[in-house]
């Protein structure tokens, strides 16, 4: 596969200089999502005005180019150039549900909303700010990652991007307790596995050096380190399956929430460390 210039893709994720390479492109959306895209741009400006947003990315499988008609998501972000107020909020939730109404391609949005000076700061360089270089997707306004590092596949960056995983568990837990339909625990399913596959791929990433965002990809990478562990490997394939064909089985969000991520957040710790305390 060649990149956007026409030049060969570094392997494993990582530019020719060692530093992780950026994901996605607005080339690379198939043609399905292309009215999605362009709706959401449109949206976005309508939403915010240029002296509240400064700019918009999006992330994840359509600019990656593996969406799924009616099965991917859209994910955006949004960088205010202040806090987001209870207005901004309320402003992001309405282009949500506008887009997934309007769009049958896509099954649910989701935007995050953010300021520039939490992607710029110190405490969010190895994790917001590495999320916005190097796994998102430019789509209005003026480029962040042109004012980041460039990034490696480091022990600090496994740390900042998932070493709060144990502070997920309670949640979890809450939301698997007061689940009441099957919507709500396949809801719940795909965002756990998902967050819990990518902390799996962060633990060993330094070892392995290389970047990859896809689940079954990471789930592999993860085996590759643990040979001993044959049960581990196996929850962490199911946690890759259910990632991409979420599930409503109780069984499963035991598995994932009860079982594999405790484990892998106590091993994490004791790997990397802490990730530094947010306010």
């Known amino acids: 596969m060649d990149d956007d210039s026409g030049g060969h893709v570094p392997s494993r994720g990582l530019n020719e200089d060692g530093t992780i390479r950026r994901e996605g492109s607005l080339s ?27 700019s918009a990315y999006i992330y994840g499988s359509i600019p990656r180019g593996t969406a799924v008609p009616g099965v991917s998501d859209l994910d955006l972000l949004l960088v205010l150039r202040t806090r987001p107020t209870e207005a901004d909020e309320a402003a992001t939730r309405a282009v949500e549900a506008g887009l997934d109404a309007d769009f049958g391609q896509i099954d649910g949005v989701g935007a995050l909303l953010t300021s520039t000076d939490a992607v710029i700061s110190e405490l969010e360089r190895h994790d917001l700010g590495f999320f916005l270089a190097c796994l998102c997707t430019p789509l209005l306004g003026e480029d962040l990652a ?17 070493g709060d995983l144990v502070l997920s568990l309670p949640r979890w837990r809450r939301r698997a307790a007061e689940a009441t339909t099957d919507a709500e625990r396949r809801n719940l399913s795909r965002g756990a596995a998902r967050r819990i596959v990518r902390s799996g791929f962060t633990l060993v990433m330094p070892r392995w050096q290389g970047w990859t965002s896809d689940l079954a990809e990471s789930a592999e990478v993860f085996a590759r380190y643990y040979p001993d562990h044959p049960e581990r490997i196996e929850q962490m394939r199911l946690a890759a399956h259910t990632g991409r064909n979420p599930s409503a089985d109780p069984a499963v969000l035991s598995t994932l929430i009860e079982d594999l991520a405790p484990w892998l957040a106590a091993e994490y710790v004791a790997v990397h460390g802490e990730k530094a305390p947010r306010p």
Request: proline share 9%; no cysteine.
């Open 28 to 54: 690379r959306v198939p043609a399905a999502f292309a009215p999605v895209v362009a709706a959401a741009r449109s949206r976005i400006t309508g939403a915010f005005d240029g002296t509240r947003l400064h």
């Open 146 to 162: 042109e004012r980041l590092p460039h990034y490696r596949p480091t022990s600090l960056l496994a740390r900042e991007t998932n």
